[in-house]
C-alpha cells in the first residue's frame, strides 16, 4: 500500500484498511513526508492526532509501531494519549507496556502528571498518582504539579490534588 493509501486510511480511521496495510508489510514506524502529514510524524503519532480510536492505536502498536519513540522536544506517547484525554490509552501504555508514569524526555521537566493536570484531566491525574506517580516533582522551573496548577489558575484541579497530600 502506497504511503498516501496508508495516511488516508489511518486520516478515516478505517481499522480494516489500517490492517490490511500491515499484513502487506507497511512499515507503522516510518516518517511520512507530504501534504497529509505536514508535520512529519510517524504514522502512530499521526494516528493520534487524527483521533483514531483506541482499537486503531492499540492495532498499530501491538503490530510493531514503536512506542518509544519521541519528538524533539521530548514529547512521548504518553504525552500524547495524555493530551488526547484518552484514559484508556494512558491505561494501556501504563499497565500493559509498562511506561513509567514519571519519566519525561522533555528539557522542561515537565512530567505526565503536569500535563494530565494542565488540561484538567481529572481521571487521568487520579489514575498516574495510583500508578506511583510523584506529585513532589519538579520541572527546570522548580515548580511541582500543585504550584504548577496553581500558576495556571486551575483552582479545581489544585484543591484536587491537595486531596491527595491530606491523605499522606
Given at each position: 500500500m502506497a504511503d498516501i493509501d496508508i495516511i488516508q486510511?489511518?486520516?478515516?480511521?478505517?481499522?480494516?484498511?489500517?490492517k490490511k496495510a500491515i499484513k502487506q508489510g507497511v512499515d507503522l514506524?516510518?516518517?511520512?513526508?507530504?501534504?497529509?502529514?505536514?508535520?512529519e510524524e510517524s504514522l502512530l503519532y499521526f494516528a493520534l492526532h487524527h483521533k483514531c480510536s483506541f482499537e486503531t492505536i492499540k492495532l498499530m502498536i501491538e503490530n510493531g509501531a514503536d512506542i518509544a519513540q519521541v519528538d524533539?522536544?521530548?514529547?512521548?506517547?504518553?504525552?500524547?494519549?495524555?493530551?488526547?484525554?484518552?484514559?484508556?490509552?494512558?491505561?494501556?501504555?501504563v499497565e500493559e507496556k509498562g511506561m513509567d508514569v514519571n519519566r519525561t524526555e522533555r528539557k522542561s521537566g515537565f512530567t505526565p502528571l503536569m500535563q494530565a493536570a494542565a488540561y484538567g484531566y481529572t481521571d487521568i491525574v487520579d489514575f498516574l498518582l495510583e500508578k506511583g506517580a510523584d506529585i513532589h516533582a519538579r520541572d527546570s522551573s522548580n515548580l511541582n504539579v500543585i504550584e504548577?496548577?496553581?500558576?495556571?489558575?486551575?483552582?479545581?484541579?489544585?484543591?484536587?490534588?491537595?486531596?491527595?497530600?491530606?491523605?499522606?
Open positions: 486510511a489511518i486520516i478515516n480511521d478505517d481499522y480494516l484498511a489500517i514506524n516510518q516518517i511520512v513526508e507530504n501534504e497529509l502529514n505536514e508535520n524533539a522536544q521530548g514529547v512521548s506517547l504518553l504525552d500524547e494519549a495524555i493530551v488526547s484525554g484518552s484514559l484508556e490509552l494512558v491505561r494501556y501504555l504548577y496548577t496553581k500558576k495556571l489558575q486551575r483552582k479545581n484541579m489544585q484543591k484536587h490534588l491537595e486531596s491527595y497530600l491530606d491523605k499522606s
